[in-house]
């Protein structure tokens, strides 16, 4: 799946910063620093396929982030006979900046003032990735019109800090939860924008904070939920952000939570994806082992209940590569987006990714449902085999270190499938891949398909990256195809949900970017967001658009990757969107802009109300 992180967090990098230097490199550090990456690197970035970072997005980051990454982080294998020094330099040269370059907004005390409300955990906000336990990302009651929407303004603007924006938000009552690259999480007002209070995990924190009431003892807590880049899971006081408990799910040296865990009945449902099929482009590197799972936990203690992984069968010993390295098999199917809750059938939906080794796995590139008090696998429904697939493997490495016999598309299912009831009351699963294809699947049926519909031409940067969203009768879906040359279909689609029959398709507009041509893309991989009469989808170009449900108009548009002063620091821009949607509710709509993974970073969350008030 392309939105693992390439480089790990703020928090792994201390444990390095012995390294840091202030002072610009030398010329035969430069020297050193040329050497050491074309010897290394250059053979991948040079020539930037698909998910692999272009030399241009490396000079981009800090050198602290890549040391981290090089040594804690997915390119560990990479670096392995690279002393620390020679791990400096090279990340030096390739960041063209010194360490201890400033990479994040300087913020400043951003206090509330006045105490905030007792929290109210009801169904009108918007807790989670996808609004419900369904992941249907529809709100029902926005706080705001239809005939509003073209007078959204923006209210006010925070500053991330962190490399750039990308955890969803989540708003429950008057507090809006957000997390940063940092592994910061903290509570704002919602209204305001100031901080209520922030939590410090141990390393990069990416997804929406899911809350809710646990049973500590004799007392009921609310408490906010969430996983970080070392697969760890956290709970924290939701009102004060006191810590509750912390729980690693997975040992494996790459696996990572990047999916928003899902509470319900007193159970944390979290799903764990990895880096491996970043790692195992080092053909020194014992080719694979990980597999994607769900894992249930006690919410008020974070004891693991139940751990079952996609793939059934367990990693064994196969073929040496070509280098003389043991490959194992099978591998892969990691778990990238948040499990969706069937309760009246009492299973548990996940979409999976793609497999890394040539061994038969069925478990990849499916959706997947687990039984929720047992965690046993009850059925899979596979779109693409043999999507075997590692990072930086085209058709002329095929077979070579530890690339596949035949290298895949990298078609995963990265966005968290939608149980959706249908008007009459019939029920449907609802998933989107990065094929471009889109699926209707019957629950009553183990999974079967009832229908699938092409929307984009799919990619392993194309197709539907993050997630549709669906009201009464209609599902909303954006296709990235960014980076496909022939037959792109970028843009927003509207589906019957019943069958799949397409009612209209809006091509995202070809504007010139505010910032200019660099990063200048057109597409729309972040989730959709849904309210009665219209739907929100935002754009590598770094707009954020309204689109009338009737007919796919655009009503409004919003550009958000000009700089604008915040409530917690200087001017701040914005840039592309991309991986979590809109938030809305209490009739203010919240904004992630500058996810910078594939497109321009930044660092803006804005709040829009009807004429900014």
């Not at 369904?134 to 019109?145: D, H, K």
Request: aromatic residues 8%; proline residues 5%.
């Amino acid at each position: 799946m392309q939105h693992f992180r390439f480089m790990s967090s703020v928090g792994a990098i201390l444990g390095i910063a012995l390294l840091a230097l202030t002072r610009p490199m030398h010329a035969e550090e430069a020297s050193a620093g040329a050497t050491l990456y074309n010897v290394r690197c250059a053979g991948c970035h040079e020539n930037a396929t698909g998910r692999i970072p272009t030399r241009a997005t490396l000079r981009e980051t800090a050198p602290e982030s890549i040391v981290g990454a090089l040594t804690t982080g997915a390119m560990l294998f990479q670096a392995s006979g690279m002393s620390r020094d020679e791990i400096r330099t090279v990340a030096a040269y390739l960041s063209a900046k010194p360490f201890g370059t400033p990479q994040q907004v300087q913020t400043r005390p951003n206090t509330c003032t006045t105490p905030a409300a007792p929290l109210q955990v009801t169904a009108q906000y918007w807790n989670g990735w996808g609004k419900d336990v369904r992941n249907t990302r529809y709100q029902p009651a926005p706080g705001l019109s239809a005939a509003e929407v073209p007078r959204l303004k923006m209210k006010w603007a925070y500053a991330y800090a962190g490399r750039f924006a990308q955890g969803q938000p989540t708003l429950i009552g008057d507090r809006l939860f957000v997390s940063n690259t940092n592994g910061e999480v903290s509570a704002l007002d919602a209204q305001t924008g100031c901080e209520r209070w922030t939590f410090k995990a141990a390393t990069s924190v990416k997804v929406a904070v899911s809350v809710g009431a646990v049973n500590i003892g004799d007392k009921t807590t609310n408490a906010a939920f969430f996983g970080d880049e070392r697969a760890s899971v956290y709970a924290v006081n939701a009102e004060t952000g006191e810590p509750l408990w912390k729980t690693t799910v997975d040992t494996h040296a790459v696996s990572r939570i990047v999916g928003a865990p899902v509470l319900h009945e007193g159970r944390l449902y979290v799903p764990v994806s990895a880096a491996e099929e970043g790692a195992a482009r080092e053909p020194k590197y014992q080719c694979c082992t990980f597999r994607g799972s769900v894992v249930a936990m006690n919410a008020a203690n974070g004891a693991v209940i139940w751990k079952t992984y996609g793939i059934v069968d367990e990693p064994k010993p196969t073929k040496i590569n070509s280098l003389g390295v043991q490959m194992f098999g099978p591998a892969g199917a990691a778990i990238w987006s948040a499990p969706t809750i069937d309760v009246t059938r009492g299973l548990i939906y996940v979409g999976t990714g793609n497999s890394y080794t040539d061994t038969q796995a069925d478990g990849s590139n499916a959706i997947v449902a687990f039984d929720l008090q047992t965690g046993a696998r009850r059925w899979a429904t596979q779109a693409t085999a043999k999507d075997n697939f590692v990072l930086g493997c085209g058709a002329k490495q095929s077979g070579q270190g530890n690339c596949p016999a035949k290298v895949g598309p990298d078609f995963d299912f990265g966005a968290a499938p939608i149980l959706h009831t249908l008007p009459g009351g019939r029920q449907i699963i609802l998933a989107g891949q990065k094929s471009g294809m889109v699926y209707g699947l019957d629950p009553d049926s183990a999974g079967k398909v009832l229908w699938k519909t092409s929307v984009g031409k799919g990619s392993a940067l194309g197709g539907i990256e993050w997630g549709p969203a669906v009201d009464a009768s209609t599902l909303y879906v954006a296709v990235a195809d960014a980076n496909v040359k022939r037959g792109a279909m970028p843009g927003l689609t509207a589906l019957n949900a019943a069958d799949g029959k397409r009612r209209w398709y809006v091509k995202t507009p070809n504007i010139k970017c505010s910032w200019g041509k660099d990063k200048c893309r057109r597409g729309q991989p972040g989730a959709v967001t849904a309210m009665p009469g219209v739907v929100f989808s935002g754009a590598l170009d770094g707009h954020i658009r309204a689109y009338d449900t009737r007919d796919g108009r655009i009503i409004w548009d919003a550009d958000t990757s000009p700089a604008v002063a915040t409530v917690n620091g200087p001017a701040t821009e914005g840039g592309a969107i991309d991986a979590g949607g809109a938030t809305l509710a209490n009739g203010i709509l919240y904004v992630n802009s500058g996810y910078g993974r594939w497109g321009k970073p930044g660092r803006l969350l804005i709040a829009y109300s009807v004429d900014g008030k």
